[in-house]
């Protein structure tokens, strides 16, 4: 049931594939790059975020007016303030259409949990920030955000006071909060690119960043919305005048709408919960020796005699498991007796792909469970066979 | 009319993640519609050995492809680009050798699409069809012997290095008086 619906899910995956592939060509389907157009995003809010650094006070007293400052009086400041903000929407739309696509189209399998799982960490990361980030105009909204946020802590059994406090500097509203939160928006986000660079690592030529096409196109359509559209803050917060109604961004605060719905301590559980299926997803439904047929080759083997040591297999394997050693002795085959290194495919990171059977042009890896010999054999039954 | 036919016999080498087998293959292997055309599955594209398809053409095949999912869209990672480029440069190993380079292509479909899978295949075979004469230039000496060479070039295919020059000077001196 559930899995057939996760395969009506691929299908439809794939049938917005073809849809966009006949409008775009396959080179600029955005929906191949939507891991490097998320990256794209990323940069353009570290980059304008720095210039917001400058100008930005973390204070009960100068943190709106600061804001304001930027907005009527610094060069550009409304223009970059709105890239900020359409860039972190279109941040979180990056990554969840990144999400939902790997998801469907099982793009976790094998050695790519490793992926996956920093993926998810920098989902619930890239959300936190955004969080934080509109705690730190201190309109009404950001007042709203923080008593939510904190009643919501609050209701947890045992720790929450002690998550509220530690959070927000104290119960209530204290001088830490919003330098709290200015560091709380920066470091996790530096801690993003350590994620990031988990999020690499296994990959070989990782698609890091969009087509030139679709950096410039993205990057207009942040500045064209921070022209047309641009930012406000609601009213400065005070203590005095509660704000009635949460004016919401539904890419970052979704969660804070469920509030209407759920009790607090509810919602805190469905998104334990959410995240912690997430992390789950790749080690549910492991795929069935049916499943898998023939990609159930058995780890690529090296053959020893042939090895060249010529690092075409070390330079087209997807998931870096093959590694060149200094070679302990000559290969047996004449191209193979000058040979300095040695081919060595790490068990634990080949998924039985083969495609390091295809790089090799002197014969020296084999699927051991699909050889050589029987793809020939299959060739020559097929080529026999009256047509 | 006469294109339909002539029915050139073609091997293709089919990625597991790319066009869905279920109803246009049959049991032997063979396409539904196409019954000259034998569909032998692979892990991914990139498993495919460019020397593979030079084997088939040596051993009665006229045409031979590779099909992957849509570029860009690789499971693994780049596996149909790797195929692709692996082909381009094979169309001129071929040529050198006087097979024809059109008798080996590749073709990118995603796992929904067979019917466009289908009509790129049969688009294949007909421009194989059209294709003129054999489909490996006999060797000089092949008119005196027919039956000669397609069991003896297996064994050339096979060991793939050099099979031109290393069958050309150990078997021409004898056969070449026969002729």
């Known amino acids: ?387 | 009319m006469t294109a339909d036919a002539r029915r050139p016999r073609i091997v293709g080498f089919l990625c597991d993640y790319a066009v869905s087998r279920e109803g246009i293959v049959r049991e032997d292997g063979t396409m539904r519609d196409l019954p000259n055309v034998t569909l032998i599955q692979v892990p991914c594209s990139g498993f495919v050995r460019p020397a593979w398809l030079e084997f088939a053409l040596r051993n009665g095949a006229e045409g031979a492809f590779v099909c992957g999912c849509p570029l860009g869209d690789c499971f693994n990672r780049l596996g149909n680009n790797l195929i692709g480029d692996r082909v381009a440069q094979m169309r001129r190993r071929l040529e050198r050798q006087k097979i024809h380079p059109d008798r080996v292509a590749t073709i990118y479909h995603g796992l929904h699409e067979q019917a466009e899978f289908v009509a790129a295949v049969r688009a294949f075979s007909e421009r194989v069809a059209a294709l003129p004469g054999p489909v490996v230039p006999a060797p000089r000496t092949a008119a005196a012997r027919p039956p000669a060479s397609p069991t003896r070039s297996p064994g050339t295919g096979v060991t793939g290095g050099a099979p031109g020059p290393a069958a050309g000077p150990g078997a021409p001196p004898g056969e070449q008086e026969g002729g």
């Open chain 1, 1 to 387: 049931m559930y899995k057939r619906l996760l395969r009506r899910l691929l299908g439809w995956t794939l049938a917005l594939d073809v849809w966009v592939n006949r409008v775009y060509p396959a080179d600029f389907n955005p929906l191949y790059y939507t891991g490097g157009l998320s990256n794209l995003f990323l940069t353009i809010l570290v980059l304008s975020g720095i210039f917001l650094f400058f100008y930005y006070v973390p204070s009960f007293n100068d943190a709106y007016t600061s804001v304001q400052f930027i907005t009527a009086e610094v060069p550009y400041g409304q223009i970059i303030r709105g890239i900020h903000r359409y860039a972190a929407d279109g941040f979180i739309i990056a990554i969840l259409l990144h999400f939902f696509r790997n998801w469907f189209t099982e793009r976790f399998r094998f050695s790519r949990d490793e992926p996956w799982i920093s993926g998810m960490m920098l989902l619930v990361f890239a959300g936190f920030i955004g969080v934080t980030g509109y705690v730190l105009v201190w309109d009404q909204r950001s007042a709203l955000l923080v008593a939510m946020t904190g009643n919501s802590l609050a209701s947890i059994p045992l720790v929450g006071g002690w998550l509220r406090s530690a959070l927000f500097g104290g119960t209530g509203l204290t001088n830490l909060l919003l330098p709290r939160m200015l560091y709380l928006h920066i470091g996790p986000a530096v801690f993003l690119y350590i994620l990031l660079w988990w999020h690499y690592v296994r990959i070989r030529h990782p698609k890091v960043w969009p087509p030139a096409v679709w950096t410039l196109f993205a990057l207009g359509i942040v500045m064209l919305l921070a022209g047309v559209l641009p930012v406000t803050s609601q009213p400065p917060a005070s203590a005095l005048s509660t704000p009635g109604r949460l004016a919401v961004d539904w890419f970052f605060l979704l969660p804070y709408v469920g509030l209407k719905y759920l009790p607090p301590l509810g919602l805190i559980l469905v998104g334990a919960v959410i995240v912690a299926y997430g992390l789950y997803i790749p080690y549910q439904l492991p795929e069935t020796e049916t499943e898998l047929g023939i990609r159930d080759s058995g780890v690529a083997q090296v053959i020893d005699a042939n090895c060249t040591g010529c690092e075409l297999c070390y330079y087209d394997c997807p998931y870096d498991a093959i590694v060149m050693v200094p070679s302990p002795h000559p290969g047996v085959t004449k191209a193979a007796q000058a040979r300095k290194l040695l081919a060595v495919v790490l068990e634990s990171r080949c998924v039985e792909c083969g495609i390091c059977i295809g790089a090799c042009p002197f014969e020296a890896l084999e699927l051991p469970r699909y050889l050589e010999r029987d793809i020939h054999e299959k060739v020559l039954s097929a080529c026999r066979s009256e047509t």
